[in-house]
């Protein structure tokens, strides 16, 4: 294919256009993400959540210029909820890149939730690895705190930094939970406004009841930032750094347990469409269903059923054209 | 299922205030459509830049400043540098006898002032759905 040449000679439109392709559910070229899956697991990707408008794009564009200095190429991955009611998006996160959107080393790339529950990670997740295999050595992936789609996001970056600010109208502990268990990195942001010192040693306490997460006992750190200006992001990205250094010697470990996620997640979704699809066309859904409407089966029993008939019937039914087709087609590619 | 449409609404230039851009893009979300929004003040560059990255199918730019007939054609020409193949509609203060100009620099339509949003709407859709 002619987009993957381009795409990992690191052409700007051919990313784009290929991130389009796999932003659809499901991804439309399978072949476009298994001719670049050889190319990408080099880049490190840090995660930046928090709850709306506590600056974490105006971060991000601090973060991305400051990472220029070490990295040649870098991605933004900007993710904003879609519309419930109409299935639009207002894309706003450039807004605040200024710098980043000024520099051709900066790919800044908006990505809309599209109410995909479980797909909205697999498309950030496919979205990293085009942009890791055109060359972007530095990913950073935005979103919004808010729900557990947009956490989950967050189990794909090497580093998680939350991103909070004082004057939110709530108490740290009022903020989700399960978001401040992801963080490695804390930065509460608008330093410059009151009550910045109340939500930092709130947030500290909170992470000293904590315990030590990772291999190495990493202790989360707090860096207090203001991104309209600047003002600690050294500091961030110091820490940040030694988040990154400190997770070198278990990063194969942490790859395996990423891919066996992801696999468990695939093969899941695959073998259940494929039970369904089976069962519904031999009519077998059908009578497993009216013996359980029936009381003459219940449900556990009925799923057992339809499992043991489908891994009994399958081989005959298309062993040639799936399993044997696909694994033949793999060796002449 | 149809594919989503995706727009950017950008603001080259000098104008200091981004109403008319904001209505423009809500309107397009209204009907269904992702928009990326740029803000204020982006230079040609950025715009091209990002509408590529963005992999827009339309780029919506809106001028007031007057400026349109250097800016649009700095955008454009950039923009097809890069590879980009959106779309470009332009809107906002533009006289009459500077519409073929633009035209001819590759916009694919001026709205003026007084214009409908589902007119801008509906308009944006059949440009895609023309291009194919
Ligand atoms: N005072 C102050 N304001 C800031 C600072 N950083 C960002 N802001 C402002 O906070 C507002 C929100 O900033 P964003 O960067 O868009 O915040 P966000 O978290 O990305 O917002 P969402 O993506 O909508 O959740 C903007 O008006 C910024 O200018 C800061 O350090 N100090
Ligand atoms: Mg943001």
Redesign the interface.
């Known amino acids: 294919m002619e987009l993957v040449s381009r795409l990992l000679a690191g052409?700007?439109?051919?990313?784009?256009?290929a991130?389009?392709l796999v932003e659809?559910d499901p991804p439309s070229p399978r072949d476009l993400l298994a001719a670049i899956y050889p190319y990408a697991g080099k880049a490190r990707v840090v995660g930046i959540t928090g709850p709306p408008g506590v600056g974490k794009s105006t971060l991000v564009d601090q973060l991305a210029t400051a990472f220029r200095q070490t990295h040649a190429e870098v991605g933004v991955l900007a993710v904003d909820p879609?519309?419930p009611f109409?299935?639009?998006?207002?894309?706003?996160d450039?807004?605040?890149m200024?710098r980043s959107?000024?520099d051709?080393g900066i790919?800044?790339?908006?990505l809309?939730t599209?109410g995909q529950l479980g797909g909205l990670s697999q498309a950030t997740a496919n979205a990293i690895r085009l942009m890791d295999a055109a060359g972007r050595g530095l990913i950073l992936v935005e979103t919004v705190g808010a729900g557990q789609a947009e956490v989950d996001i967050m189990n794909h970056a090497h580093t998680v930094l939350v991103v909070l600010a004082p004057g939110l109208g709530d108490d740290v502990q009022a903020i989700k939970a399960g978001i401040l268990e992801i963080g490695h990195v804390f930065a509460v942001n608008k330093a410059d406004r009151d009550g910045a010192d109340r939500t930092s040693s709130e947030l500290e306490a909170m992470l000293e009841m904590a315990p030590d997460r990772a291999a190495g006992g990493w202790r989360p750190p707090v860096v207090r930032t203001v991104a309209r200006d600047g003002r600690g992001i050294p500091e961030l990205v110091q820490k940040l750094d030694e988040h990154w250094d400190r997770r070198q010697p278990e990063l194969g470990a942490w790859q395996r347990r990423q891919a066996a996620a992801e696999l468990a997640e695939l093969v899941g979704a695959m073998a259940r469409s494929r039970l369904q699809d089976w069962a519904v066309k031999s009519g077998r859904w059908e009578e497993v269903l009216d013996a359980i409407v029936g009381r003459r089966l219940d449900p556990q029993r009925g799923a057992e059923t339809l499992v043991s008939h489908y891994l009994n019937c399958r081989p005959g039914e298309d062993q040639g054209s799936k399993t044997g087709g696909r694994i033949g087609r793999r060796k002449d590619a | 299922m149809d594919r989503i449409i995706r727009v950017m609404v950008a603001k080259p230039g000098l104008d200091s205030h981004d109403r008319g851009a904001k209505v423009v893009a809500r309107a397009y979300r209204d009907a269904g459509m992702e928009v990326v929004y740029t803000g204020l003040h982006q230079t040609p560059e950025q715009i091209a830049d990002g509408a590529v990255q963005e992999d827009v199918d339309v780029l919506a730019v809106s001028i007031l400043s007057g400026a349109h007939s250097v800016l649009l054609p700095r955008i454009i020409s950039r923009l097809r540098e890069r590879g980009g193949t959106c779309r470009v509609l332009a809107g906002g203060v533009i006289p009459e006898e500077d519409v073929p100009g633009l035209l001819e620099a590759g916009v694919a339509r001026v709205f003026g002032p007084g214009s409908r949003l589902d007119a801008i709407v509906d308009f944006t859709r059949e440009l895609v759905r023309s291009r194919v």
């Open positions: 052409d700007a439109a051919a990313l784009a256009r991130i389009t659809c879609s519309s109409t299935g639009g998006a207002i894309l706003g450039r807004v605040r200024v959107s000024a051709p790919f800044i790339r908006s809309a599209r």
